[in-house]
């Protein structure tokens, strides 16, 4: 079955510095999603992006973030200058099979910025 | 009002049990709804899409009342397996289809 993956699994990071985070989304999947959640809160929608461009973006997603996808198969979230705050589970998720709005979430990347 | 209100439980039943779980919404204009299930620190799994004329996938029974804003997910026979928090998710087409999540039901089913 096909699934969505995430890399890495957990990066630990220091504050102000540059992270990607890369997922792989099922392969005729045609939107593409980034959310988050804190530890112990819900999960937030940060963006999403379709036809190689952003569709809508959260107030999260602010200058600091960018999405992109270089590749065929790729989709990657950079955060240009982390901060405390940013350390949370980040979800991938891709959309737009059979079912255009059911969404598929990849394992995630745990962030720790220190 | 929060975009999406369900009780947090939890919720601690016998397996075997039936357990209802319920979730209101804000925004009249959503037009897809879902149920996901989260397991500690995992992602989201979707469980199912919840359909106007109520749907029903094996244990898993889901109902819609547009008018009511109200989203309904019914558990037979619970199993220790079915222990997660329970995530009630309306979605917005002419935003991207984004996801808007509450903080979910949490359920124990217990030996």
């Known amino acids: ?114 | 009002r929060k975009e999406v209100e369900q009780d947090p439980g939890p919720f601690n039943v016998p397996e075997g049990a039936t357990v209802a779980f319920n979730c209101t919404y804000s925004n009249s204009a959503s037009q897809s709804f879902f149920w996901y299930r989260q397991d500690c620190r995992k992602e989201p799994k979707l469980l199912m899409s919840v359909y106007s004329s109520g749907n029903e996938d094996g244990r898993f029974t889901a109902q819609l009342n547009r008018a009511s804003q109200y989203i309904s997910l019914l558990i037979r026979d619970s199993k220790l397996s079915d222990s997660a928090t329970y995530l009630c998710v309306p979605t917005l087409y002419n935003q991207g289809g984004k996801l808007i999540f509450g903080q979910g039901t949490e359920l124990s089913v217990k030996p």
């Not at chain 1, 940060?46 to 960018?66: A, G, M, R, T």
Request: charge should be negative.
């Open chain 1, 1 to 114: 079955e096909p699934e969505v993956t995430q890399t890495p699994s957990h990066q630990v990071t220091q504050m102000g510095q540059e992270v990607i985070l890369r997922c792989v989304p099922i392969s005729n999947h045609l939107y593409f999603y980034w959310y988050r959640q804190i530890l112990g809160q819900k999960v937030e929608f940060l963006v999403s992006f379709y036809n190689n461009e952003i569709s809508e973006k959260s107030e999260i997603f602010d200058d600091q973030f960018s999405v992109e996808r270089p590749d065929g198969s790729n989709f990657t979230l950079k955060i240009r200058s982390t901060k405390l705050e940013d350390s949370a589970m980040y979800f991938c998720a891709s959309g737009g099979g059979t079912g255009r709005y059911e969404q598929y979430f990849g394992p995630g990347t745990r962030l720790t910025v220190t």
